[in-house]
């Protein structure tokens, strides 16, 4: 049973261009979204959370969306730059984050084209 | 501050044999969770350790288990190695109190079992 889905395995976009990378899931328990980066072989990297009582939080290049109703979050990049390459990941916990247990989605991959 | 390290980076073991891993948390935190990655399954959650006991416990059979030490140091340890247990194994560190505590990762071992 996979309570957190990402749908889309990859997404190509053009440097300078808007990335969105989609997230859904289906415990209405979660309220604690996180999104991560990932290189091979290495650890994820924290990027950017938000919490179930806002519907956007925004830290420079990064934005997140979260829309509870659908269950369904969103990670935006702008404007995207050939760096942003790497796999990401949408995780979610319950107990207002306050639990070390984070279930994860599948992953998307992002290539940004120079 | 230091990140989060986990020892030793690549493991080769034999079928059979058990394993043992390490993972050092960032000063500080008191939750160490452990993640198995594989390409077929995704990020994992395994256990999560909070002031030396586990708080936390995904779907894993018993041949996984792990401990944390009053430093927060934490071990995972794995017996009866099957082939299937190859994967990258991820340490993330947390503070483990209060709300929407941002778990940050390790670079992870990567355990090949032959």
């Known amino acids: 049973d996979q309570q957190v889905k990402q749908n889309s395995p990859s997404l190509s976009v053009q440097e300078g261009r808007i990335s969105i990378l989609n997230c859904d899931y289906t415990?209405?328990?979660?309220?604690?979204f996180l999104w991560y980066k990932k290189y091979p072989a290495e650890g994820p990297t924290f990027l950017i959370s938000?919490?179930?009582?806002?519907d956007k939080n925004e830290d420079g290049r990064f934005t997140v969306f979260l829309n509870k109703s659908a269950k369904h979050l969103s990670l935006h990049i702008v404007p995207s730059q050939p760096g942003d390459s790497a796999v990401y990941f949408c995780?979610?916990?319950?107990?207002?984050?306050?639990?070390?247990?984070?279930?994860f989605g599948q992953g998307t991959t992002l290539q940004v084209k120079p | 501050k230091a990140g989060v390290t986990q020892t030793p980076r690549y493991l080769i073991k034999t079928r059979g044999q058990q394993v043992t891993l390490s993972c050092s948390p960032i000063?500080?935190?008191?939750?160490v969770s452990w993640y198995q990655q594989t390409p077929g399954q995704g990020l994992q959650f395994l256990f999560e350790?909070?002031?030396?006991?586990?708080?936390n416990k995904g779907n894993f059979p018993g041949r996984f288990s792990g401990r944390q030490f009053s430093n927060s140091r934490s071990e995972m340890n794995v017996s009866t190695l099957e082939l299937g247990d190859s994967a990258l194994y991820l340490c993330?560190?947390?503070?483990?109190?209060?709300?929407?505590?941002?778990?940050?990762f390790g670079q992870g071992t990567r355990l090949t079992v032959v």
């Open positions: 993330a560190s947390s503070l483990g109190v209060g709300i929407n505590t941002e778990a940050f």
């Open positions: 415990n209405s328990m979660f309220d604690y």
């Open positions: 938000i919490s179930s009582i806002k």
């Open positions: 995780a979610a916990s319950a107990l207002n984050g306050n639990t070390g247990k984070l279930i």
């Open positions: 000063s500080g935190h008191r939750s």
């Open positions: 350790y909070f002031s030396e006991t586990q708080r």
